[in-house]
């Protein structure tokens, strides 16, 4: 399977405030890292199963920060780097998903784990 390329949609780098250095690479070397993880996980006999299990990873941290999201306004607190995290998650599940022939691999993996935990769709 051919390698996947991850990127920061400029859109997230542009929420950030002007004195966000750090942020924006700590973003970069994280999807570094993650870009690393996925294309040795798909290089593996199983690559729509690794690919499942990091897009669940992904979701979880992403509603993470989405509640970190909702918690820091009610502190009053700006949740920017928080919704920035989120949305590169999110943006990290969408490349995946857009990646070659991966979609309806992934697809046809997570209802095999659904109908292997025993719920029954439709």
């Known amino acids: 399977m051919d390698n996947i390329e991850l990127g920061i949609p400029a859109g997230i780098v542009d929420s950030l405030p002007p004195d966000s250095e750090d942020t924006k690479r700590d973003m970069e ?23 499942v299990d990091h897009i669940e990873q992904f ?13 820091l306004r009610a502190w009053g607190q700006s949740p920017i780097y928080a919704m920035a995290w989120r949305d590169l998650h999110a943006a990290v599940i969408a490349q995946i998903y857009d990646h070659a022939d991966l979609d309806e691999r992934i697809n046809r993996e997570r209802n095999a784990r659904i109908v292997d935990d025993g719920i029954r769709p439709g």
């Open 59 to 71: 979701e979880s941290r992403w509603e993470a920060y989405d509640e970190y999201v909702v918690e």
């Open 29 to 51: 070397q994280a999807v570094g890292g993650w870009e690393r993880e996925l294309n040795a996980a798909l290089n593996t006999e199983e690559p729509a199963s690794a690919a």
